[in-house]
């Protein structure tokens, strides 16, 4: 016998919103409902609409919980309440179409009745959805690194961003790895940021070369930590901060305090842990809109690098064929053919 639906009051932008969420009692991880997610994304509201505010959103979604299958929504889902709104995405393809912005914490609450755990949103505002305000450096860490290696890193970068002008704020990916942010000004488009953020990385790896590696391709990273540059290109997104993880124990991608990185582990940001500890001490995050920064002294890394020789990196392989991209050919693959 289906569970009785239950609705949760929400402050709206006109007025307080009531979000049915059906199934309530849906176990998206185990001993942890749908309903406990609706909750969970109230009790953050103020953090988690920093992070997605004003922003095209992918949403991950699980209709059986995330022990079953999963599919990602770039179109906005069918029902979508009057107040949401959507904006226009370019996409590499060329192709555009609508996606869903979340203005208010009651659309994101909707997502959750259609069982989306993890919120994507792009690094641009509405109102110029082809130059990103927000740079996302994920260092992810490969087989035989720990979290205590990911974080040297993650200072180390948090150095060289600061002397690039630069505001960086950091989290944890709710997995392994560590994400470092900055808002700047929208002067330049995705590639030119993609660029930007290649020059970064290649300076981090010269500085930490026995820790840090820019390879696109597995088997050439050991065991270092990845500096994953292509997410910087178009339609590559990150989990938002405060978004929870299909992972076990219903993990949080969580913003941190840099004094206080050394000391957190992974496993202490989760959808029953999180709301105590941000009403306990506040948003990490709390000052990043108030710290926009300029992108030049990162171009400038880029151009640097292409005077000494150094080109563009490999794209996705979803992505067309792009200008001065070397070849799509795994290393081994390169050579057995040769």
Known sequence: MATTAKHLDLPGGDGARSVRISSPDREMWPGITKWDLARYLAAVADGFLRAVGDRPVTLQRFPQGTDGEEFFSKNPPKGAPEWARTVIC???????????????????????????????????RTANADNPDEIRIDLDPQ?????????????????????????????????????VFARVTPDHEFLEVRHGVIGIARELERRL?????????????????????????????????????????????????WEELSEVSTADFTVLTVPGLLEDH?????????????????????????????????????????????????????????
């Open 143 to 179: 087989p035989g690194r720990s979290f205590a290696d990911v974080v040297t890193a993650a200072f180390a970068l948090r150095d060289l961003m600061t002397e690039l002008g630069l505001t960086p704020w950091v989290k944890t990916s709710g997995n392994r790895g560590l994400h």
């Open 90 to 124: 370019t996409y590499p393809s060329g192709r555009q179409h609508p996606q869903l912005v979340i203005d208010e914490i009651a659309t994101a609450v909707w997502a959750v009745q259609m069982n989306t755990v993890t919120f994507h949103p792009w690094p641009v």
């Open 282 to 338: 506040g948003d990490a995050w709390a000052g990043i809109d108030d710290a926009v920064g300029t992108f030049e002294a990162a171009l400038g890394l880029w151009d640097t690098d292409v005077a000494n020789g150094l080109g563009e990196m490999p794209f996705p392989p979803e992505y067309p064929k792009m200008p001065g991209e070397p070849p799509r050919v795994q290393p081994s693959r390169k050579k057995m053919e040769g």
């Open 209 to 257: 070369p026995e820790l840090v590696t820019t390879a696109w391709w597995k088997e050439e990273r050991g065991e270092k930590i990845f500096v994953d540059f292509n997410q910087a290109n178009r339609d590559r997104t990150i989990a938002a901060a405060y978004s929870p993880r299909p992972l076990p124990g219903a993990p949080v991608s969580m913003p941190v305090r």
